[in-house]
Every structure is written in structure tokens, then in C-alpha cells.
């Protein structure tokens, strides 16, 4: 699975290359209004300190780290513990921040 920020509709080279040779079952999903420290600890302790985000980010800490956990947690879920996670299957109302690339 990759997780990665928005890069204002543009695709990370490397990542379309690698993403042509994975076989099996895998998902990129895009977290739009998203930076590269998004997906860590960064945005909230920023956050807390009063440290803004990097031009262009338009999501909240909170919602990156729900994001994260969400999708992530989702994951391991299905591939760990064999849970069905219907979040992993496309893209959902309920985030309408978060694309699916093909």
C-alpha cells in the first residue's frame, strides 16, 4: 500500500514506475491538501507549538492523523488479522480528501 501527499495532481515518477511492477494485491491512495509529513507526528506537534503548515496544505493535523490511522490501521487489519476493510476497496464519502490511483 502507498500513502502519498498531494503534489497538485502530479505523479512522483518513481512511484508510477514501482507501481507498474507490483503484482498481487496492493492500493495508492492520495491525501489531497496533504505535504510529505503529513502522514507522522509532525503536523500535530506543529500544531501544539503554533508552527504553520507548508504552503499549500490544506488539511488539519487532527484529520491527517485520523487519515493515517484510518487507512493504515485498515491495512494491517485486512493483512494481519483478516479483517474485511471496505475503506481499502475505493473511494468513500466519508473521505472525499483521500483518491485512489488505478
Known amino acids: 500500500m502507498l500513502v502519498s501527499h498531494d ?7 518513481t512511484w508510477a514506475s514501482g507501481w507498474a511492477n507490483l503484482d498481487g494485491w496492493k492500493r495508492w491512495v492520495t491525501v489531497a491538501g496533504s505535504n510529505h509529513g503529513s502522514f507522522t507526528d ?10 504553520p503548515e507548508p504552503p499549500g496544505t490544506t488539511i488539519s493535523a487532527q484529520r491527517s492523523v485520523q487519515l493515517t490511522r484510518t487507512y493504515v490501521g ?3 487489519d485486512l493483512h494481519l488479522r483478516g479483517i474485511p476493510e471496505p475503506v481499502l476497496d475505493g473511494p468513500s464519502a466519508a473521505n472525499p480528501e483521500v483518491s485512489f490511483h488505478s
Open 42 to 51: 509532525v503536523p500535530v506537534l506543529a500544531d501544539k507549538l503554533g508552527i
Open 74 to 76: 485498515a491495512f494491517f
Open 7 to 13: 503534489l497538485g495532481g502530479a505523479v512522483d515518477p
